[in-house]
């Protein structure tokens, strides 16, 4: 008997890759054959992201693609785009699935079976305008496609930013049960990962039985049989003296921060409700890199926010130029129905937003130089991926550095010590320490 082939594809955030990993192991294990995205299938799950306009747009594109190489496939759409835009994506031909966040996970469980597979003249859906509050479970682990594990360890914000659609999503803040942790925790290490990477909406605001964030990193510390841990985006007003304390001691724990800023001007700060004022931001930045040797430090900027004056994103340009980032994520602002900040009037011209977007863009190449310039000279561990891009295989240190080297062998999954030559741009360069033993553990398949 032929069997049934699905593939899937995620846009957005780090959470919904963990998250597709989840449902591609639901489809295993209902009996579909995974094959890589692009390829002719029979079911095509889209994991969505509505943070921006052309998130969606980019999702209407892909089913529109899928149907034209497999024009009988099954599509069905899942994540934030199917939680917000729910009205607008039943209008669609060609949809049989649309499932809301409250019912993601168990998306494989609204599909036939692989050999009753069939189009629908219309959409089944299966969506909440709420989602529960309490802590939460995950039905199965599953791999990565990454020598990285994603962890996810929370959901949900309930900070309300005036610009962000997230809350509406993906609901209230709320944490993944202690013991669910522990279970998956066991399995990622037997299955020979290095790292972990702890995702989630909010996730300095995990909270279960009465441990916080940082008692769940001291467990991971000392229970988690991984060489490297990773923290994910995290917002500044949860990084406390403990956190970066804490980052500082640990062996496991990586030397590395992602802290959105968003603007560098209050006024704006105050619009986009944001929790935290540019003296309270610097004050945390100039903190961290004093307690964290050789910190990895990124950052997001938005540009074009309603009444964001010249004055106002000069003010962002400047405190971007003057701390040491490694890298900066720039993103336009995009209106988002149902937001705060749809009510404010002093939108700003495409052509300014663009000119900005590109100043900070330009920023973000020599911030990047800069950082991995500062890595010359250094011997450092770095996790290799599989395979090759530009003639080199690819690593990434402890502090998020990105390392080519040019070497036949495939070093997939191994941590080998790398001294540091050479930088550009967009990755640092080295070679691979001789005589070093060399790890061979893989990833288990």
Known sequence: MATTRAS??????????????VLGEGLRRKGFELVDFGQPTDLLVLNTCAVTEDAERTARYLIRKTLKHSPHAFIAVTGCYAQTG???????????LIVGHQFKLDLPAYLPPPNELRKRSVAEIHHTKTMERGD????????SDSTRALLKVQDGCSAMCSFCIIPFARGHERSRTLNDIQREVEVLAARGYREIVLTGVNIGQYAHQGRDFCSLLRWLDQAADFERIRI?????TTVSDELLEFLASSKKFCPYLHIPMQSGDDQILRAMNRRHTIKSYINLIEKALVTISDLGLGTDLMVGFPGETESSFQNTLAVATDLPFSYLHVFPYSPRPGTAAMRLKQ?????SVKKRADLLLDLDRVKRLAFHNKQIGK????????????????GTTPNFTR????????????????????ATDRYALGHIVPSQQVNCAMVAR
């Open 379 to 394: 011997t450092v561990s770095a996790l290799f991926e599989s395979g090759t891009r530009a003639a080199y295989r690819f």
């Open 86 to 96: 729910m009205d607008c994506l039943k209008q669609q031909t060609g949809i049989d």
């Open 403 to 422: 390392v080519g080297i040019t070497d036949s062998e495939d070093f997939r999954n191994q941590i080998l010590q790398v001294t540091i030559t050479a």
């Open 136 to 143: 939460f479970e995950l039905p199965h682990f599953a791999d």
């Open 8 to 21: 899937l594809h995620t846009l957005g955030c780090r959470l919904n890759q963990a998250e597709t990993s």
């Open 347 to 351: 939108r700003i011209p495409s052509a």
């Open 232 to 236: 994910s985006s995290i917002e500044p």
